[in-house]
């Protein structure tokens, strides 16, 4: 640093500072009859590097020092949105290269202030001219007058601030300008998003990066919005939220219930919005796009970071998506969802490839990610894979198999389904198993001897439980599990086998009593009217068991209407099974009738495709 008039008071305030920097003070001793170029020359024996070169009467913003820092090539901060000053420097610039830097220039040039950034060769070229002008006794001018001669032997870049605070203060009314705007600046506030349960390096860089810019308020991505974007959550929005509250630099955090920003934005109207570059491209493009738009409104800025996802970082997210397969970690979390969100869904899966289709199937509409959140093991499409019928004749521990394929290349929450549950004898060791592998809910249907599949309704022999045996069965159930996360839930086969609403109504009720933690109400009509006359009476008496549907027939219906009639599980019972194997046969009939394979080439995915379903670890 060098330094001249009022030397000691510089170095006693820089001193006091007590920064972890180490400054060496070099003072021109005839300050008071040379200017800066002198400094300079005095100090030149340090300065045998790369320099950033400033004025000490300079106040800019931070970021304006950081991109000079970051520049690969020489550069000097200009403004193209400043009025061209009178009394301050000013730059002639062609092709984005300072040519000349003065007061006395007004043609083709620019405002201009003096922060440089000079690589150590392009440095050198300039400092040898100041030392040829110092000594041959040229040290009233400017350092830039020994710098306009040479600038055809160096590249200095431009570096354009437009309206970023970057201002010299000379005079009173200097002063007067730069306190209006640090004012301004102290108003700012910057709004980042973040769905991530595992803060790592990179987080705290960006986030150290965006408080320079102003105030920073985080918005934390609520636990449902997140495990409909990527995958359920590990620390819940709370801990997460406190975890924020506590990071250097933040300034306040609140929720944003959604993946899209247009409610934060509306209501904060925050300065500038910072992200990562990466949601350029993919399925974050329209949230962005929505971002721009409502900045546009009020004249916000989005500010995008390189975005980094290094080695370390990915191994961090492999982790985590690891845990969620635990057998502890995952079983809880079916309840977790429903309480979360109020209503889930399923997909059926009865092998480790159709367990990876219900794991990462994505859809994004309109700012929105939809997947699956657990998965479905039926008992038809389980026996169906394996060319057997729906008659409880797959035996448990092939069923288990089916199971153990499907956890391991997935970490969503599985149902399983259970037939009649088999002798309660045998059911309690069932649960057991069940639970201590993972799975989050068992449910067994109301009826005994030779189980047949439901959809055949009373055009096949079939007989229901009585609600004694079945209560029983379901305490047995729940009196063998260990935690209290496992869920029995009692599927009532009343109205399948048309024994009437009364009667179903009273199952419901009578297994919910025996401790029942779900009911599952089934029908085989296609007009849903019975199924939400069940709900809307159940629901009268009992407002907190989550009510399970299987809209096979019923398909009419959305998701979103279930949700409000008080529906909790909508199970997509077989319909892999109902598209992939017809399919198949399909594509074996037209090899057949073609006695080659080519016909069929349009019908299958290509080998890439289908490699790409299947994670490399
Ligand atoms: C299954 O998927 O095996 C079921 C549902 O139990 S249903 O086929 O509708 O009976
Ligand atoms: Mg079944």
């Known amino acids: 640093m060098t330094t001249g008039y009022f030397d000691d008071v510089l170095v006693n305030y820089c001193n006091s500072l007590e920064l972890d920097l180490h400054i060496t003070f070099v003072k021109n001793p005839i300050y008071d009859q040379t200017n800066y170029i002198y400094s300079i020359y005095c100090a030149r024996e340090f300065l045998d590097d790369d320099i950033v070169m400033l004025h000490g009467d300079l106040v800019f913003e931070a970021s304006v020092l950081e991109d000079v820092v970051n520049s690969v090539d020489s550069c000097m901060t200009i403004s193209s949105t400043l009025p061209l000053p009178d009394k301050d420097f000013k730059a002639v610039v062609k092709d984005g290269e300072i040519k000349k830097v003065g007061i006395e220039f007004f043609t083709d040039a620019v405002a201009c202030q003096p922060v440089y950034k000079l690589n150590k060769a392009d440095w050198k070229i300039w400092l040898d001219n100041i030392v ?22 160096l590249i200095i870049k431009s570096l354009d601030v437009t309206d970023r605070l970057c201002s010299e203060i000379d005079t009173q009314d200097d002063l007067a300008i730069v306190s209006s705007k640090l004012a ?9 998003c973040f769905s991530t349960d595992v803060i790592h390096g990179g987080h705290i860089s960006i986030i150290n990066k965006a408080a320079r810019l102003g105030k920073l308020i985080i918005g934390v991505l609520s636990d449902e919005a997140i495990s409909s974007y990527k995958r359920f959550p590990l620390v819940a929005y709370n801990q997460r939220k406190t975890i924020f509250e506590n990071i250097n630099g933040v300034y306040k955090v609140i929720e944003q219930k959604d993946l899209s ?3 934060n934005l509306r209501k904060l109207k925050p300065t500038y919005v910072v992200h990562g570059d990466d949601w350029k491209t993919g399925f974050q493009k329209t949230i962005r796009d929505e971002v721009t738009s409502i900045l546009a409104e009020y004249g916000g800025k989005l500010v995008e970071f390189p975005y980094s996802n290094g080695e370390e970082f990915i191994e961090l997210d492999k982790r985590s998506r690891m845990r969620l397969s635990m057998p502890d970690v995952r079983r809880g979390r079916l309840r977790k969802l429903i309480d979360l969100k109020g209503c889930v869904s399923a997909l059926e899966a009865h092998s480790g490839i159709t367990g990876l289709i219900a794991e990462n199937t994505t859809v994004l509409q309109e700012g929105k990610t939809y997947q699956f959140d657990a998965m479905w093991v039926s008992s038809l499409c389980d026996s169906t894979a394996k060319g057997k019928p729906d008659i409880e004749l797959v035996d448990m521990t092939s069923r288990f198999r089916t199971i153990d394929d499907i956890m391991e290349v997935t970490t969503k929450p599985i149902i399983f389904d259970g037939d009649t549950g088999g002798l309660t004898e045998h059911f309690v060791y069932t649960v057991k198993s069940l639970e201590r592998m993972g799975v989050s809910m068992v449910i067994i249907e109301d009826k005994t001897g030779l189980k047949k599949n439901s959809l055949f309704g009373t055009e096949v022999e079939q007989t229901q439980d009585s609600i004694e045996n079945f209560c029983e069965k379901i305490k047995a159930g729940k009196n063998a599990q260990k935690t209290s996360e496992f869920m029995i839930c009692a599927r009532i086969e009343s109205l399948i086998l048309e024994r009437g609403m009364e009667d179903a109504l009273e199952r419901a009720f009578a297994f919910a009593g025996a401790g029942a933690d779900a009911i599952m109400i089934h029908s085989r009509k296609k007009d849903p009217a019975e199924i939400f006359e069940f709900v809307e009476k159940f629901r009268a008496k009992d407002t907190t068991t989550p009510i399970v549907v299987v809209p096979t027939s019923f398909n009419t219906v959305t998701e979103e209407e279930f949700k409000a009639r008080g529906v909790n599980v909508v199970i997509y019972a077989n319909q892999l099974t109902r598209s992939g194997f017809p399919a198949m046969q399909k594509a074996a009939q037209t090899i057949l009738e073609n006695h080659r394979a080519k016909e069929a080439d349009d019908m299958c995915m290509s080998i890439k495709e289908i490699i790409t379903l299947i994670p490399e670890d």
């Open 184 to 192: 301004e600046l102290n108003n700012r506030t910057v709004y980042m």
């Open 261 to 263: 920003y247009s409610e």
């Open 132 to 153: 040829q002008f110092c000594e041959s006794d040229n040290r009233k001018c400017y350092a830039e007058n020994a710098l306009n001669e040479i600038t055809d032997k």
